[in-house]
T-cell receptor, first 106, second 118 residues
Framework: DIQMTQSPSSLSASVGDRVTITCRAS??????LAWFQQKPGKAPKSLIY???NLQTGVPSRFSGSGSGTDFTLTISSLQPEDSATYYC?????????FGGGTKVEI | EVQLLESGGGLVQPGGSLRLSCAAS????????MSWVRQAPGKGLECVSL????????YYADSVKGRFTISRDNSKNTLYLQMNSLRAEDTAVYYC???????????WGQGTLITVSS
């Protein structure tokens, strides 16, 4: 199985800050990487697919980059509503695997 | 509007069985792979199983292989997860998710809680 490692596991930042979360795959996954946002008690929400494509309706302050084994999710200007846990997921091969999550606190 | 509604959760004893259902609407169900993703209390996400649109191909996480069976009834727009030999570590919220290549999981249900405890 492909292991996905996210860092950091948590971070605290201020409104307006630029925030970067990294995700590393244990083997190459090309660009088959998705990012999800999850708020407490809610289902995950799709943010980014194919490493860098913004899902419809997602604010443009979110962006993704990377390919192969190393990926990043960037929030260019952190907003209060961005407080959540973020997960990466590879869908290059089965089983689909998620990173351990990054909790973002404002 | 896409809707996914899980049901069938509850309390079950270790070694017991349970069947989850996910009723889908708002899209052509048979055209899309579907998945069950679980989240143990306070933990991360785990994709436990996935089934393709026709129901011909299934995939399982090692943690549930041989105990869980995913299936679908495309005539009823419903996804299922039969869970046998349940263990305490299966306690989690179980979500169904729609898989739309190349977007991956674009829609999720609200989840249903399974508690395995004596």
């Amino acid at each position: 199985d492909i292991q996905m490692t996210q860092s950091p596991s948590s971070l605290s930042a201020s409104v307006g800050d630029r925030v970067t979360i990294t995700c590393r795959a244990s083997q190459g996954i090309s660009h088959y990487l998705a990012w999800f946002q999850q708020k407490p008690g809610k289902a995950p929400k799709s943010l980014i697919y194919l490493a860098s494509n913004l899902q419809t309706g997602v604010p443009s302050r979110f962006s993704g980059s990377g390919s192969g084994t190393d990926f990043t999710l960037t929030i260019s200007s952190l907003q209060p509503e961005d407080s959540a846990t973020y997960y990466c997921q590879q869908y290059h091969s089965h089983p689909r695997t998620f990173g351990g999550g990054t909790k973002v606190e404002i | 509007e896409v809707q996914l509604l899980e049901s069938g959760g509850g309390l079950v004893q270790p070694g017991g069985s349970l069947r989850l259902s996910c009723a889908a609407s708002g899209f052509t169900f048979s055209n899309y792979a579907m998945s069950w993703v679980r989240q143990a209390p306070g933990k991360g996400l785990e994709c436990v199983s996935l089934i393709d649109g026709p129901g011909d191909n299934t995939y399982y996480a090692d943690s549930v292989k041989g105990r869980f069976t995913i299936s679908r009834d495309n005539s009823k727009n419903t996804l299922y997860l039969q869970m046998n030999s349940l263990r305490a570590e299966d306690t989690a919220v179980y979500y169904c998710a729609k898989d739309r290549p190349p977007v991956a999981f674009d829609y999720w249900g609200q989840g249903t809680l399974i508690t395995v405890s004596s």
